[in-house]
């Protein structure tokens, strides 16, 4: 039990001697406090967030816009991935639902987005098997290199978001 302990939650030299010695809770509670005191700060200085749209539900791809927005404003940079049905976002003519309160649609949101100077791409299979072409997207957003997206994703620092 006393090894499980330890390589269940990685334990450094003294919090394994303090479970060795029989104090096992002591430093279960010292992790746990630790842990937290940790956690906050890496998650603030995280200056990146990845912003995955996948779903062809309209409220589902507002909220990733509103909530993709909303990190922009605190600073930090976004990249949007449009994905599957998800991709339809970027494409010149689509119509989407007016959603209140913002009285906006999500790609007017997506649109802002791309003018205040996030990165905006469709996924590279998604022209292919869509019947769109480069031309049908909005000005502004690219076509995904899937070389360039692993890259990017296994960023330190990097949040990624799937809606």
């Known amino acids: 039990m006393t090894e499980t302990i330890i390589n269940a939650f990685n334990l450094p030299d003294a919090m394994t001697n303090l479970v060795k010695a029989g104090h096992t809770l002591v430093a279960l509670v010292l ?82 987005l791309i003018a205040e100077g996030a990165t905006v791409e469709v996924c590279a299979i998604f022209l292919p098997n869509s019947g769109y072409d480069e031309g049908n997207l909005l000005e502004g957003i690219g076509v995904a290199a899937p070389g360039d997206v692993a890259d990017y994703m296994l960023g330190e620092g990097v949040r990624y978001f799937t809606f």
């Open 31 to 112: 992790v746990i406090i630790l842990g937290a005191a940790t956690a906050g700060p890496a998650q603030a200085e995280s200056t990146d967030v990845f912003t995955v749209v996948t779903s062809g539900d309209s409220e589902t791809q507002m909220m990733a816009m509103v909530l993709s927005n909303q990190m922009l404003n605190r600073g930090v940079t976004v990249r949007v991935l449009l994905c599957s049905e998800g991709g339809r976002l970027g494409v010149e003519g689509e119509l989407f639902p007016v959603f209140d309160p913002a009285e906006r649609t999500p790609q007017q949101l997506l649109q802002r």
